[in-house]
């Protein structure tokens, strides 16, 4: 198989700054009660200014080759704003944000921004797990009468469920980078040994009952 370099170098940033942290022998437990071996907070990168530079250029590519060039770039809260914000400077183009849920005071926006009806957008998001989030931003784009070109993120866990979800919402999705890459550098760099190695690829196979 050919070798995405950007997505392996992508993977090593997150590693190098703990953005994604492994520990296949003391898991995390997420918000949703299961437990992981892996933990991602891509917020880090901002923190960076040489990665961050990075990965917005790699959005802005991935953006470019994949979709053209938008009318406006929209980050989903929270995780995308900071990014999305940075691709849309990168890209010249206007910026709107996603809340989770409509603002409970003043006009009780759900989309932060100026923007007008027919106008295509690209979706920025940090990370996609089940893409249950992702894709009730992308709904609230479609409800305000804008075309979704589709959705870019930095990293993606491969669940089935997300590529279930995003193909029902017939939504285009790219990443800049994913779990099995990530693997790879891990194993590569002696991040993990080969024992944690097929800890981390149990997980992924079914991440509901691995502790079970």
């Not at 170098?9 to 898991?27: W, Y």
């Not at 990293?155 to 990530?182: M, P, S, W």
């Not at 590569?188 to 097929?198: M, S």
């Amino acid at each position: 198989m050919i070798k995405d370099n950007t997505a392996l170098k992508v993977a090593e940033f997150l590693l190098q700054i703990k953005a994604i942290k492994l520990q296949p022998d003391n898991p995390f437990t997420w918000a949703s009660g299961i437990k992981s071996p892996i933990y991602c907070d891509n917020r880090k990168i901002l923190s960076y200014p040489p990665i961050r530079t990075y990965i917005r250029q790699c959005f802005s590519a991935k953006i470019e080759d994949t979709f053209g060039k938008p009318d406006i770039i929209a980050g989903v809260a929270t995780g995308g704003i900071a990014h999305g914000a940075l691709v849309a400077q990168e890209l010249g183009l206007p910026f709107v944000y996603v809340r989770s849920s409509a603002k409970g005071h003043g006009l009780g926006n759900i989309i932060e921004g100026d923007y007008k009806e027919g106008q295509s957008v690209v979706v920025i998001e940090d990370l996609i797990s089940t893409g249950g989030s992702s894709l009730k931003a992308v709904e609230d784009l479609r409800a305000a009468k804008l075309n979704v070109k589709g959705l870019v993120s930095i990293f993606t866990y491969g669940f089935d469920v997300a590529q279930d979800n995003f193909e029902q919402a017939n939504c285009t999705y790219k990443t800049l980078t994913n779990y099995e890459y990530l693997l790879d550098v891990a194993i590569d760099k002696n991040y993990i040994t080969e024992d944690q190695l097929v800890t981390l690829r149990e997980w992924k196979n079914d991440p509901e009952n691995w502790m079970k």
